[in-house]
């Protein structure tokens, strides 16, 4: 079968030819439907180095925003029949420590001991014809077209888990929430706060066409660039935001939240950028929140595919056959997407 593999550090992905896998005890072959192409798979094949923080040797198969359809079930698992939809949970940890056993395996305990972090972070992931994964990690999708739910499983997860530890900060008449950065998961941060929160969204990006998607989602928008704090804090009356989503994590963005973000709120930097900037006691707002998360938990997915069952969030996807699956890539470091590259292996 045909796969983007990852195959040396700092090195661009190849299309190549791999043994179809076969699942094992506990595992289901999917059929790929659709698999999302995420700035963090540039991440890995293009900025880690084998001594970096978080660096997965490879070769692997990437992509970790995975949907199919089961193929074959492996030794020891029922309940799953063969042309069922499903959207696969990515993180894998140990499995039975208490951060795994309550479904939050991006924090595993046993992490140190694991050959792989996700499905397509270390193991071989959904960028192929077919991918096996633990039986555990799949989401029913039900009829829903799977297709588009491929990127849920990160560009919608990981948003609506951050989204959700802030509800508390929404909770209330006359809130407003900020999205820094209207990519595939500020796009559907915004669609995720207008259905959870009466807060008034706000959202920012150099992009006009990406700002324009946000505003039909219902979002205020404030393009990047000179002006934009002052625009910001305008738009609250002089309070600042009650919480702050930064889907970029650059030093410029993360200084943008600080400046905007209102007493006891809360900053939560979701992007990878890894950005560094300066804290001071009487520079930052009182109580004001500066956090990070990542991921989500296999329990918030069934939550999100519910949303997208109901219409609630839409990923807005442009779809790549596996013959120009690198250039999906090649377009996403371009920065020349306009949504989410999905690749249909089987289109």
């Known amino acids: 079968m045909r796969a983007v593999v990852f195959e040396k550090f700092q090195t661009f992905p190849s299309l190549t030819e791999i ?6 005890p506990g595992e289901v072959l999917l059929k790929v439907a659709g698999s999302g192409a995420c700035h963090s798979d540039v991440s890995i094949y293009k900025e880690f180095t084998p001594d970096g923080p978080g660096s997965i040797p490879p070769a692997f198969v990437l992509g970790h925003e995975v949907s199919g359809w089961v193929e074959e079930v492996g030794p020891g698992v029922d309940g799953f029949a063969k042309g069922g939809a499903y959207l696969v949970y990515g993180p894998i940890g140990c ?4 951060a795994c056993s309550r479904g939050q395996d991006t924090y595993c305990h046993n992490v140190a001991s694991m050959d792989y972090l996700a499905t397509g972070i270390g193991r071989d992931g959904g960028m192929a014809e077919y991918v096996t994964v633990p039986a555990r990690n799949l989401v029913p999708l039900g009829d829903a077209d799977p297709v588009a739910a491929a990127p849920l499983s990160d560009a919608g997860l990981t ?62 928008t ?21 919480a702050v989503f930064d889907f970029v994590g650059a030093a410029p963005t993360i200084r943008t939240a600080q400046q905007v973000v209102a007493r006891q709120g809360r900053i939560t930097v979701v992007g990878v950028a890894n950005g560094t900037v300066d804290w001071s006691f009487f520079g ?15 329990e918030e997915l069934y939550e999100v595919v519910a949303m997208y069952k109901a219409g609630q969030i839409t990923p807005h996807v442009e779809r790549f056959a596996m ?12 920065g020349e997407l306009s949504g989410r590259a999905v690749v249909v292996p089987h289109a």
């Open 323 to 334: 013959d120009d699956a690198l250039d999906a890539y090649r377009r996403l470091e371009a």
């Open 95 to 98: 499995g039975h420590c208490p």
């Open 159 to 220: 948003p609506y888990h951050a989204i959700k530890l802030a509800l508390p900060k929404l909770a209330g008449g006359g809130r407003t929430a900020l999205v820094i950065g209207l990519g595939g998961l500020g796009q559907i941060a915004v669609q995720i706060l207008t259905a959870l929160t009466g807060a008034t969204v706000v959202a920012t990006d150099m992009k006009a066409d990406a700002m324009e998607r946000a505003a039909a989602a219902g979002a205020v």
């Open 19 to 24: 043994e179809r896998p076969t699942p094992g």
């Open 284 to 298: 930052n707002p009182y109580e004001a929140e500066l956090t990070n998360t990542y991921w989500g938990t296999i």
């Open 222 to 242: 404030v393009p990047g660039g000179e002006g934009q704090v002052e625009a910001i804090r305008e738009l609250t009356g002089g309070r600042g935001v009650d």
